[in-house]
């Protein structure tokens, strides 16, 4: 079984995008769990690395359990992530990994990264357009394949 440790911040996304769905399989298999964690060890990290020691926490976590992947739309805690050799994945990262596997047509993963565009989100465009892409190719060669 592959474990994901998850910043609040991608589940705030997707509530905001009513869009919890995503991850409610993870919920209902009961993969979806709290773990406490240390923090002393927590504010280490946050300390090493500049992020906030709620960060650290997740951190401290996703080593602890050894975690396959690491959801976090912080730069920083990115960062700090891919430093210490876990995959990365974001809000949109879920989006274009739900299209992939069909769980999202790339309309509708499109209509999402759209709403990703307001100001209550902080993503930066270019990264959004880049994800818009993704949805066109896919939209396209599924055209292409009728």
């Known amino acids: ?19 919890l769905r995503l991850i409610k399989e993870a919920i209902r298999l009961g ?17 090493r690395y500049g992020i906030h020691i709620g ?13 396959s992947i ?6 920083k805690v990115r960062i700090a992530a891919k430093m210490e050799g876990f995959p990365v994945a974001g809000s949109i990262g879920i989006i274009l990994r739900s299209m992939n596997l069909k769980y999202l047509t790339a309309e509708e993963a499109a209509g999402l990264l759209e709403k990703l565009r307001g100001d209550e989100f902080r993503i930066h465009p270019d ?20």
């Open 127 to 146: 990264i959004i357009n880049k994800a818009m892409d993704s949805c066109k190719r896919l939209r396209s060669s599924t055209k292409s394949q009728l």
């Open 55 to 67: 960060e650290g926490h997740v951190k401290e976590l996703a080593e602890k359990l050894d975690a």
């Open 1 to 19: 079984m592959q474990l994901a440790v998850s910043d609040s911040d991608v589940i705030i996304h997707l509530a905001k995008l009513n869009e």
């Open 31 to 47: 993969i979806l769990t709290v773990h406490e964690t240390s923090e002393s060890k927590a504010k280490g990290l946050a300390k």
């Open 70 to 75: 690491f959801l976090s739309n912080e730069k």
